[in-house]
Nanobody
Framework: QVQLVESGGGLVLTGGSLRLSCAAS????????MAWFRQAPGKEREYVAA????????SYADSVKGRFTISRDHAKNTLYLQMNNLKPEDTAVYYC??????WGQGTQVTVSS
């Protein structure tokens, strides 16, 4: 069983930064590809960024490329999303995903103009 717990969300002004964390438990989680998704009010959940199990391959949605960085720490079993130059359109609940099957409960990010 894999459990994912996100943290680090909050309220920030346009242009600010936040770092999201996703603490993962489960003995096989270190072998899983992981990703971040987000869902804004009234919209479908959308892909944000992904990282392979080794941590040496990443990909990003065009809307966040150059502003967000995904990374993982195997020793801490934690996934990160560093978000810089935040915009109001980044406002959403951010979810951690592992192996396409497992989801966290989400953490709210609100960017105020």
């Amino acid at each position: 069983q894999v459990q994912l717990v996100e943290s680090g969300g909050g309220l920030v002004l346009t242009g600010g930064s936040l770092r999201l964390s996703c603490a993962a438990s489960g003995r096989t989680v270190s072998t899983y590809d992981m990703a971040w998704f987000r869902q804004a009010p009234g919209k479908e959940r959308e892909y944000v960024a992904a990282i392979n199990w080794r941590g040496d391959r990443t990909s990003y949605a065009d809307s966040v490329k150059g502003r967000f960085t995904i990374s993982r720490d195997h020793a801490k079993n934690t996934l990160y999303l560093q978000m810089n130059n935040l915009k109001p359109e980044d406002t959403a609940v951010y979810y951690c995903n592992a192996h396409k099957d497992y989801w966290g409960q989400g953490t709210q990010v609100t960017v105020s103009s």
